[in-house]
Every structure is written in C-alpha cells, then in structure tokens.
Nanobody, 124 residues
Framework: QVQLVESGGGLVQPGGSLTLSCAAS?????????VGWFRQAPGKGREFVAV????????IYAASVKGRVTISRDNTRNTVYLQMNSLKSEDTAVYYC????????????????WGQGTQVTVSS
C-alpha cells in the first residue's frame, strides 16, 4: 500500500554533510504515518537512527547520532528528510526509511513499510 523511495546517498568526506530524502508514492498521504530511519553496515544488524511521529512534534534519536542528525518531514510533499552533519566513518551504511501507522518506535520489527535503501559512504 505504501511505497517509499530513498535518495541522496553517496560518498562524503569525514566531517561532511548529507541530506537523505524518503518520498512516498502511489497516492499515499504520509501524514498518517510515523517515519523512521535505520541503517545497516556490512555484517551488522539493522540499527535505529531516528524517528518522527505523524505531526512532527515527537522525535527520537539514537545516542550514536544525536546532535549530528536532524529528522524532519514535509507532509505536503509526502517526504521525510534526514540531515546528517559531522559525518564519521562509522556512519557508513545503507540507510533505510520505514513507516508505520501507529506510533514512533525504535525496533525495525515495528515498521510495516520499507524503502529500498540508499548507500552512504564516509571516507577520505
């Protein structure tokens, strides 16, 4: 029912910045969903990064990224963003956005819809 597409990944130097986008398609109104970001590095499990509730009033950040990452949403454009600053090599991973129609959550299993992922590589 909900189709999500991530974009904005790429290669960036340590200390640099990237902004990822997660766009909903197929006529979906993203205002009805909490949207989270997760990441997965090779050989690692899927790690929680950030989540925002339906109206944007509630956000949760992982301790590893807090202060360097900002999640935002534009429901009019059906798009959620992840702004990342002061990037480190440990931030290298495939980043996924995910949505559920219930509430904010930090567990991947709480989400019903997932994008295909976008690669972020932090390297000199």
């Amino acid at each position: 029912q909900v189709q999500l597409v991530e974009s904005g990944g790429g290669l960036v130097q340590p200390g640099g910045s990237l902004t990822l986008s997660c766009a909903a398609s197929g006529g979906t109104s993203l205002s009805s969903y909490a949207v989270g970001w997760f990441r997965q590095a090779p050989g690692k499990g899927r790690e929680f990064v950030a989540v925002m509730n339906m109206n944007g009033a509630t956000t949760i950040y992982a301790a590893s990224v807090k202060g360097r990452v900002t999640i935002s949403r534009d429901n009019t454009r059906n798009t959620v963003y992840l702004q990342m600053n002061s990037l480190k090599s440990e931030d290298t991973a495939v980043y996924y956005c995910a949505a559920n129609s219930r509430t904010v959550a930090t567990l991947a299993r709480s989400y019903d819809y997932w994008g295909q992922g976008t690669q972020v590589t932090v390297s000199s």
